[in-house]
C-alpha cells in the first residue's frame, strides 16, 4: 500500500476515496458481511437532504463514512449534522449511530446516543497506512456490536 501511494496524487478529495478509504474498505469486507453502499440519499425535510458518501451496515449497526478535504472540525460539524438527520429519518431504533470523518491519511470517529442526544467526538485521530489494523479493529468493533 505505501508504495502504492508514493504513484498517486492525492491532492482532491476523489483521489483520497478511491486510493485511501476504498481499501479499507474492501478489506473491511474480509472480516465482516458488511453491506456498503455508495452515495447512499437521504431525506428527512426539503433543508435536511443529501448524500452520505459511504453507509456501511450490517443486522445490529451502521457507521457512515465522509471523506472530506483538510478542515477535519468542519467536516466534522457535517457529520454531526448527518448522524441526527439519520435518527430523525430512519433509524431512532438504534441507541447508538456510528460515523467517521476521514480525509484518507487522518481518521476521525464519533458516536451519536439516540437516548441522550450528545454527539461523542473522539479524541484520537487515526493515520492510514500507520494505524491500518487499528482503523479494522475499530470499525469490525462497531459492525459486530
Known amino acids: 500500500m505505501e508504495e502504492i501511494l508514493t504513484c498517486v496524487s492525492l491532492t482532491s478529495e476523489m483521489?483520497?476515496?478511491?486510493?485511501?478509504?476504498?481499501?479499507?474498505?474492501?478489506?473491511?469486507?474480509?472480516?465482516?458481511?458488511?453491506?456498503?453502499?455508495v452515495s447512499y440519499s437521504l431525506k428527512v425535510s426539503e433543508q435536511l437532504k443529501g448524500e452520505l458518501d459511504y453507509f456501511l451496515q450490517t443486522k445490529t449497526q451502521f457507521l457512515v463514512i465522509e471523506p472530506k478535504n483538510a478542515d477535519l472540525q468542519i467536516n466534522f460539524t457535517q457529520l454531526a449534522v448527518e448522524l441526527i438527520a439519520l435518527e430523525q429519518a430512519e433509524f431512532a431504533s438504534y441507541s447508538m449511530l456510528y460515523g467517521a470523518v476521514s480525509m484518507g491519511n487522518i481518521w476521525q470517529f464519533a458516536v451519536l446516543d439516540t437516548q441522550k442526544k450528545p454527539i461523542l467526538q473522539d479524541i484520537n485521530l487515526y493515520l492510514f497506512p500507520t494505524d491500518f489494523l487499528d482503523l479494522l479493529q475499530i470499525i469490525v468493533g462497531i459492525l459486530e456490536a
Open 15 to 37: 483521489a483520497r476515496r478511491e486510493f485511501l478509504i476504498a481499501p479499507v474498505l474492501m478489506e473491511l469486507m474480509h472480516y465482516t458481511k458488511v453491506k456498503i453502499k
